[in-house]
């Protein structure tokens, strides 16, 4: 038996969960819409009117967004490193110190810059 079919199989069974879980949500769900229901979610503050070209989001929004991005990778990294850091020994102690390091930088330079800061 190919050493690949229990992964397919486990990824059919996801995909079949999540399939069967939407259509069922789908139809047994209420649907009763009105306009309160239809209308944006802004934490029970009145939206505000948008511009024509729909308007433009503060660049803290993105620049969040982006140190979400870093940290998540920096844990994608980390954990595999966790996992087999007795096999790697001294060089990869080395490396994962150089790319916390980097990464670290990469904070200190938001926070000094007044990225972490909200108004």
């Not at 690949?4 to 969960?17: E, M, Q, R, S, T």
């Not at 139809?27 to 511009?51: F, H, L, M, V």
């Amino acid at each position: 038996m190919n050493p690949y079919v229990p992964i397919l199989v486990i990824g059919a069974i996801g995909f079949g969960f999540a399939a069967i879980s939407v259509v069922a949500a789908a139809i047994t769900g209420p649907k009763r819409y009105n306009r309160a229901k239809s209308d944006a979610y802004e934490c029970g503050i009145e939206p505000s009117p948008q511009a024509a070209g729909g308007g433009r989001f503060p660049v803290k929004y993105f620049l969040t967004a982006m140190l979400f991005i870093v940290f998540d990778i920096e844990i994608v990294f980390l954990y595999p490193w966790a996992v087999t850091f007795d096999k790697l020994g001294l060089f990869g102690l080395v490396e994962m110190m150089i790319f916390i390091l980097t990464v670290f930088i990469a904070y200190a330079y938001v926070w000094r810059r007044g990225g972490l800061e909200w108004d």
